[in-house]
Each structure stands twice: as structure tokens, then as C-alpha cells.
């Protein structure tokens, strides 16, 4: 079974600084699927960025980039320019591409706890 | 802006009652799920669908039961509560287009069972 780690609980970041959240996971499969949610506390997990395994090109998003390495096997979002706002959650997840049952289930790491430092 | 809709937000009710929690989306999706977080706030998926009529148990067991009848409507039941699933339930939807299709949340049910 595919597994997720995040192996850093918490982490904190200046107002306007960059911080990277690490995230790694193990798989058999050589196409697969890769996803950061953030979760704002009480508030809805909303979708920051997703990567294709079968891109070389990093993933971007305004101030949300990705360092994927595949052979690593490690995926870390990169935040820059931090903002309040960005205080969250925040789930790495994986999702595989075969076409069993369970393709279209993800597997979430433990999460990554983001505090933002005015 | 949500989607998906989850009712209620918040609930706290004695040992042994039955509770259903309801999930709504409007975006057509096929694919629903529920997870529960736990207070260390791991995610685990207790049960998904594939479509109407359609229902699996996920990789967490859970007492609960669910049922998907429409298309928008994914309705979690505890036939008798018990202090242990105290939780945070989430309930989430995506589309049957590729693997990369996120998962859309709902905002989540907080069970408190004393």
C-alpha cells in the first residue's frame, strides 16, 4: 500500500518570508498523481496545487510551487512571499492511476500544521 | 464558495441516539466520500461511492453506514452513537475525469457524543 509522510508536524514562517513543507511517500507505480490541501482552521480543505508524475516540470501557482523528484520519491511545496492567510493545514496526498477500484482514492499524509509570524 | 454542503456544522448528542449526517454537492459529481479526522487531524477514509447504488467501506472501520440513492446525496448514519466517534467527519466529491480531478470538500461535521 502506497504511504504518505510528512515528517515535519509544525512549522512557522515570518510574514513575507519562504518556508517549505516537506512531504514523501513510496510507491510501485511509475505514474501516479500528487496533491497539497490546505485546511484553515474551522474552515472547508481546499485543493493548492496538484503534479503529475509524468511531468518533469514543477508544478506553480502564484506563490505555490512544488520541488517534485521522482526518484526521490519527494514531493515539498514551496510558499513564498507568506502571508496570514496562509496559516493552515497543510496535506500532502497521493493517488495512483491504475484503473482498479481504488484509483481514484487518496492517501493523505498526517499533515503539516503552518503557523505565519506577523 | 462550497459545493458541497454538509448539515450540521456542529452536534453534540447523548450516548446511543442515531444521527445521520447529510452531505449535498451540485456539481454532479459521481465519486463521494467520508472521512473522519481524528484530533491529531489524520485523515482516514471510512466510506466512498462510485456512483448511485454504489457504496465500500474504506480503509478505517467504522460502525457508521451510508447510502447513495442520488447522485447528490451522501448521507452518513450512526444507528447508535457511543462516545468514540466523537470525530470530525468530512465528507468530499470529484468528478470521473482523470486521476489529477481533486477531491472538493465539504466544511465538515463536528460530532460530539457524551
Known amino acids: 500500500a502506497q504511504t504518505v509522510t510528512q515528517s515535519q508536524p509544525e512549522m512557522s514562517v515570518q510574514e513575507a518570508e519562504t518556508v517549505t513543507l516537506s512531504c514523501t511517500y513510496d510507491?510501485?507505480?511509475?505514474?501516479?498523481?500528487l496533491f497539497w490541501y490546505k485546511q484553515p482552521p474551522s474552515r472547508q480543505m481546499i485543493l493548492v496545487i496538484r503534479?503529475?508524475?509524468?511531468?518533469?516540470q514543477n508544478a506553480t501557482e502564484n506563490r505555490f510551487s512544488v520541488n517534485f523528484q521522482k526518484a526521490a520519491k519527494s514531493f515539498s511545496l514551496k510558499i513564498s512571499d507568506s502571508q496570514l492567510g496562509d496559516a493552515a493545514m497543510y496535506f500532502c496526498a497521493y493517488r495512483g492511476s491504475y484503473s482498479g477500484a481504488g484509483s481514484y482514492q487518496l492517501t493523505f499524509g498526517k499533515g503539516t500544521k503552518l503557523s505565519v509570524i506577523p | 464558495e462550497a459545493d458541497i454542503y454538509q448539515t450540521p456544522r456542529y452536534l453534540v448528542i447523548g450516548t446511543g441516539k442515531k444521527i445521520t449526517l447529510e452531505c449535498s454537492q451540485t456539481?454532479?459529481?459521481?465519486?463521494m466520500y467520508w472521512y473522519q479526522q481524528d484530533p491529531g487531524m489524520e485523515l482516514h477514509l471510512i466510506h466512498y461511492s462510485y456512483g448511485v447504488n454504489s457504496t465500500e467501506k474504506g480503509d478505517l472501520s467504522s460502525e457508521s453506514t451510508v447510502s447513495r440513492i442520488r447522485t447528490e446525496h451522501f448521507p452518513l448514519t450512526l444507528e447508535s452513537a457511543r462516545p468514540s466517534h466523537t470525530s470530525q467527519y468530512l465528507c468530499?466529491?470529484?468528478?470521473?475525469?482523470?486521476?489529477?480531478?481533486?477531491?472538493?470538500f465539504g466544511n465538515g461535521t463536528r460530532l460530539t457524543v457524551t
Open positions: 510507491t510501485s507505480e511509475s505514474d501516479y498523481y
Open positions: 503534479q503529475e508524475a509524468y511531468k518533469q
Open positions: 456539481m454532479g459529481h459521481d465519486k
Open positions: 468530499a466529491s470529484s468528478d470521473s475525469g482523470w486521476g489529477n480531478s481533486p477531491l472538493h
